[in-house]
Nanobody, 118 residues
Framework: QVQLVESGGGLVQPGGSLRLSCAAS????????MGWYRQAPGKQRELVAI???????NYAASVKGRFTISRDSAKNSVYLQMNSLKPEDTAVYYC????????????WGQGTQVTVSS
């Protein structure tokens, strides 16, 4: 079992920046895909960005060019740098660790609130 703990959320004005961090309770192997998802009120949870153990990265079209995901295996952590924030980025952001092995393993953090408002 792996516990994921997010931090770094908060209230920021449009155009501002935040950096989210996610720390795992134990070492995460490179077989895990780490990612950030978000869920706005009344909407389904959606992918924001994912990073594989080999460093391959995918972003949602809505955040490409503004958000940067990174991974530090030595610290068992994944980060999300969010720049040029917009009100529509307001959501609860969740950290995820997924291993598509047999059996697959999927872990979620408790979420951190990001609010973009003037």
């Amino acid at each position: 079992q792996v516990q994921l703990v997010e931090s770094g959320g908060g209230l920021v004005q449009p155009g501002g920046s935040l950096r989210l961090s996610c720390a795992a309770s134990r070492s995460i192997s490179s077989n895990f895909v780490m990612g950030w998802y978000r869920q706005a009120p009344g909407k389904q949870r959606e992918l924001v960005a994912i990073i594989t153990g080999g460093g391959n990265i995918n972003y949602a079209a809505s955040v490409k060019g503004r958000f940067t995901i990174s991974r530090d295996s030595a610290k068992n952590s994944v980060y999300l740098q969010m720049n040029s924030l917009k009100p529509e980025d307001t959501a609860v952001y969740y950290c995820n660790a997924y291993n598509p092995g047999s059996p697959p393993r999927n872990y979620w953090g408790q979420g951190t609130q990001v609010t973009v408002s003037s």
